[in-house]
């Protein structure tokens, strides 16, 4: 589907999720490598010692083993792209790349970005999420920040950085040059807290964390609930779109006697206003709900609640351990998984294609390379075609600063909430005219939450709205209409890209699926996106990011070991699976600009599907070596210290609602120089580490963990967050504070990479937003404006895009087709 772009691999476990993606669309993936194989043997192994993750995230690759800088400069010169997660020792700088290769895209995945206050900070998995707010809105509030037990800090590094590097190859393709790709972790994890990040920027509480659901003010909103043998998700919310879900959930609760006749009947659409506007019995009664739910859920399997879930239409899900994931039959029927056979391993069932294009397939992966396999033909292959026509173009004076990648391309949207959202906010970032497309009465869930600007919940205020959908038009036209529906086709019709997230069938049962749509424009790509795909038996399955979240083994990775699963922050998967669709989109472009009939394709994109590819290690840990992964809080197998410490708060203040009194240092010591180093800084401020734990080795550390973390959490006490953070980088030893939104808001190193952006409200006339999560040297993005108000475009699309003249505008109007 991509072009044949050649990429060079230098990256660790800290960026290799980015040249997966690439090397799944059809890149040429090149991981250079010294003589020794440096990083097969990382964290959890398979039976020759190979490690598990290393494995799964160089299926596909080639191996090249160089001996010397300037063997990687030949190589360099015939690259389309180089990832590096750098290296101090190789030192490589985009000016010396760039003398060599002025087409090369050059990108960078770093803890915290390649300049500013904490760009040479050490950092880890769990300092990361402490950094990134992520930790601190998530697990039990009577206990420290968590993470999810599977390390994902650096996979959401590595897939916005394959985002990155897909439109800086896109730019370059168009101007002949390539450009610095700069990704910092931090602000990749951030899209986790989303959208929690982003209230105290425009002055709303913070989130905070509350084990198994949300904190809705100070009500507890729980969404995990026991079953007989596990537990399963719940989604109890309320309003227009999500409370007639809970309506037939306490219905069924009613018929097996679990709650009284009262209870049944009050209005779950109108209930959450009424916690505020009866505070006297409403809260009693939110209690007694969650009482209900639990005695229906405790007695009955996580297949029988399913079932009746789904012949009910409730927004529930079982929790599904990573192990139980490939006997799941809706993933089995859609043939997802990959049967590998490995010369060593014997055959392997692992992840396989997250997205089904109908005329594109994506590529099967197959085993890693062994060391050095290609080393001869990758030396002896001659300079891209590719970099060549790219050499034309800049002879011809080409403009490394030219328009954005995405200027000139058109993009339909009638995605909800955030996958969507997410998606086409970065394509409207870098250049697309996103045309956002919601119904009069029926839009986008997203305004009804998420925060209100100024203390106005209305939906033209909605904080997580206006970042979601910042830069975009916005039209409203009622598609239960048929003249309706003849707009949406004159939009498509228009559009190089829609992206649409309708239950699957929608459209077809419109009358308007992908054959009607395609035959008045043969160009156009559809992405469908959905929880868990076009086909198979859970195609219908309804719901949000947290459900797809219990279903692919989030939950289960979430948590303390003692207590039930904490889950993510609320909708994990939609935080993962945007970083595929962007570079999924331009590979479906590419084969556009590449088929000689120029025709598009249709996308079906499953969101469990892709989000399990972050599990992958977990789901190998059982396939490979019948090991079920589950949580352990901030625990590491293979790392001591790995643990949030409490500190002085310091000038906390109690009553302000913006920053709840708490303070946190996560440390980690990856290296047994960092617990040297560690050791030494406690020595020297009187707290020192028993002689007999000073002297171990990692294994024997993880062993005496609790001893370890006694004496750190002994000195932290008696320092505030920021000194402790402060001592500890000095002596380079991974640690960061806690960082809740307020946190992140005041953090220079956000400042410094211009996260917050004070952009045009429609209503309010300002609003905060966050920028993209990477930054393209030549063509930045550019956001002036936040998401639209209800129809704020209508007039605009209807006369200045699709040409309407005044009396097809009325005739829309008089049918009730625009609001």
Known sequence: MLKPYRVLDLTDPRGAMCTSILGSLGAEVILIEGPDGRGRDHRETGPDGTSLSWWNLRRGAQSCVIDDRNELMELVASADALIESPDPGLGLSHDEL????????????????????????????LTIAASACSAAITGDADRAPLRITAPQSWLHAGSHAAVGTSLALRQ??????????????????????????????????????????????????????????????????????????TKRLMDWVHENGCCDDELAALDWVDFGMRLFTDPEVAPGQLEQTKAAITRLTSTR????????????????????????????????????????????????????????????????????????????????????????????????????????????????????????PFTTRVLADFGATVIKVEGPARFDAARG??????????????????????????????????????????????????????????????????????????????????????????????????????????????????????????????????????????AALDARDADPQGRGQHLDFAQAEAAVHFLATEVLEHTVNGVAATRSGNADAFLCPHAMYPCDPGDADPDNPLEPPEAWIAVVCETEHQWESLCE???????????????????????????????????????????????????????????????CLADPQLIHRGHWMDVEHPVYDRMTVEAPRLQLSATPHEVTRSGPSLGEHNDRVLRDILGYDDDRVVELAVAGAIG
Request: proline share 8%.
């Open 98 to 125: 760039r003398a060599v290769n002025p087409g090369l895209v050059h990108t960078t995945v770093t803890p915290f970005g390649s300049t500013g206050p904490k760009a040479g900070w050490a950092a880890s998995d």
């Open 172 to 245: 370059r393709d168009r101007s002949g040059y390539g450009q610095h790709v700069d990704i910092s972790a931090q602000q990749a994890m951030m899209q986790t807290a989303f959208p929690g990040i982003i209230h105290a920027p425009n002055e709303y509480p913070s989130a905070r964390r509350t084990s198994g659901g949300i904190l809705f003010l100070n009500f507890h909103l729980q969404f995990v609930y026991p079953a007989s043998d596990g537990y399963v998700s719940i989604t109890l919310l309320f309003g227009d779109t999500i409370g007639r879900f």
């Open 301 to 420: 399997t996580r297949a029988d609640l399913f079932a009746e879930a789904q012949r009910r239409e409730l927004l529930l899900a079982p929790v599904y351990t990573p192990a139980e994931l490939t006997e799941v039959e809706h993933f089995n029927e859609r043939g997802y998984w990959d049967t590998v056979a490995d010369p060593a391993w014997g055959s392997v069932i692992t992840p396989g294609a997250w997205c089904k294009p109908s005329r594109t397939p994506l590529r099967s992966l197959g085993t890693p390379p062994d060391l050095g396999a290609h080393t001869a033909a990758i030396k002896a292959k001659p300079r891209s075609a590719l970099l060549d026509a790219a050499e034309k173009l800049r002879d011809g004076g080409g403009d490394p600063s030219s328009p954005r990648p995405l200027e000139g391309i058109k993009v339909l949207d009638t995605t909800w909430v955030y996958a969507g």
């Open 449 to 586: 939450s998420g925060g209100g600007l100024r203390g106005d919940m209305g939906p033209d205020a909605s904080i997580q709205y206006g970042t979601l959908n910042a830069g975009k038009l916005g039209v409203t036209i009622d598609l239960n209409t048929a003249e309706g529906r003849d707009v949406l086709c004159d939009l498509a019709e228009w559009a190089d890209i829609y992206v649409e997230s309708y239950t699957p069938g929608t459209l077809d049962d419109w009358g308007i699926g992908y054959e009607t749509l395609s035959a008045r424009n043969p160009g156009l790509i559809l992405l469908s996106t959905s929880l868990m795909g076009q086909s198979g038996p859970l195609a219908t399955f309804a719901g949000f990011g947290n459900l797809a979240g219990a279903i692919t083994g989030y939950y289960e990775m979430t948590g303390w070991p003692d207590r039930a699963p904490a889950g993510p922050f609320l909708a994990y998967t939609d935080y993962v699976t945007p970083q595929y669709m962007v570079p999924l989109l331009l």
């Open 681 to 743: 800084v406690l020595d020297r401020d009187g707290q020192p580490v028993p002689a007999e734990l000073a002297g171990l080795d990692a294994a024997g550390r993880v062993a005496l963990s609790a001893d370890i973390d006694a004496a750190i959490a002994a000195w932290a006490a008696g320092r505030t967050p920021g000194e402790a953070e402060a001592a500890l980088q000095a002596a380079g030893v991974p640690a960061h504070a806690s960082q809740n939104s307020l946190g």
